[in-house]
């Protein structure tokens, strides 16, 4: 019962953690994007921060959660942060939540229902060698470089969901790095931490995965990214826990469809919640944020009228194909 509530309360901080942050982020100046200086310019503004201190209580309580209980366990109860995200937004939109809301919130609900039931996840298996670990490692750092390198070469709006779904492979990754560090603090203690390079790589990739998260919160509205990230994180870190940390889970013909119909869900019902009209950020709104005006949605040479502050002309960029990068 512990390891739920921690979980819950790990996915309450992160979903009102994520709605501030983006907030923030759509005032920063679009130059900024995908580069260190964003998270200076962001650290200026007390809405940014006051979510950030929300991501990091998440953080700290996922990482409790994660010491007690298997990453396979917890991570499809941490994708729920897109619940408390809406929460907050129909606060700030007025928006009820209708039909498609309830659809979405029952979906993602009986998604992580039917997978945890079906799948019983345990720990207790063989922890994986070297190789296997690093190739694990190394093709989630993969998958997250190339969806990087794609995002570059898209409009924002895609760019931001590609750039969300980077995010959330390297969280997947972070959460199971976490489960190896606090397990390999139980036992070996600290000294044996610190001569490790888990931790480390757990700091980097929260970093990274920062830049890259604020970055897709900057470039289009919460509805393009949040969504991705909830739903490629949980993946990530199941496909890392069962691949490097041993953790296991039914493998009877009928418990392996059903997990499959209860990971599906959760990736449904995550993206529905995430188009829901609750979620802060139209396209309207994000033109409006930016300089521009409606009418400016699709421009023909892919520059907008206006910088991202609303102060006067300058070069910000809409929704057509980056120029120059």
Do not use: K
């Not at 093709?139 to 760019?159: D, K, N, Y």
Request: net charge neutral; hydrophobic share 50%.
């Amino acid at each position: 019962m512990a390891v739920f509530l921690l979980a819950l309360s790990a996915a309450c901080c992160l979903g009102l953690g994520f709605v501030l942050q983006q907030h923030a982020a759509q005032r920063a100046p679009r130059a900024d994007l995908l580069r260190w200086r964003l998270l200076l310019d962001l650290m200026r503004m007390p809405e940014w921060l006051l979510g950030t201190g929300f991501m990091v209580s998440g953080l700290i309580l996922s990482a409790l959660a994660l010491n007690q209980g298997e990453v396979s366990l917890v991570e499809p109860l941490l994708a729920t942060n897109l619940l408390f995200a809406m929460a907050l937004s129909r606060v700030l939109t007025r928006q009820t939540l209708g039909r498609s809301g309830w659809i979405g919130v029952l979906l993602l609900g009986l998604g992580v229902t039917a997978f945890i039931v079906a799948g019983q996840p345990t720990g207790g298996g063989a922890p994986a060698g070297e190789l296997r670990h690093w190739l694990v490692v190394g093709t989630v750092v993969g998958l997250t470089l190339l969806l990087v390198s794609l995002a570059r070469r898209l409009p924002l709006f895609e760019e931001a969901t590609l750039l969300a779904l980077a995010a959330g492979l390297l969280y997947g990754l972070q959460d199971a790095l976490t489960r190896t560090t606090t397990q390999r603090l139980d036992h070996s203690g600290l000294d044996a931490v610190l001569r490790s390079w888990q931790p480390y790589a757990v700091v980097a990739a929260g970093v990274v995965g920062l830049l890259l998260v604020q970055s897709a919160f900057e470039a289009a509205p919460l509805r393009m990214s949040l969504p991705a990230l909830t739903a490629a994180q949980p993946l990530s870190g199941i496909a890392c826990a069962v691949g490097f940390l041993g953790d296991r889970l039914r493998v009877t013909p009928g418990a392996l469809a059903w997990e499959t119909v209860g990971l599906l869900a959760i990736v449904i019902g995550v993206v529905v919640i995430g188009r829901h009209p609750a979620m802060p950020g139209s396209v309207g709104d994000t033109l409006e944020t930016i300089g521009a005006s409606p009418e400016d949605e699709r421009p023909e040479d892919g520059t907008g009228t206006g910088d991202n502050t609303g102060n006067g002309p300058g070069t910000g960029t809409g929704n057509g194909p980056r120029n120059g990068d």
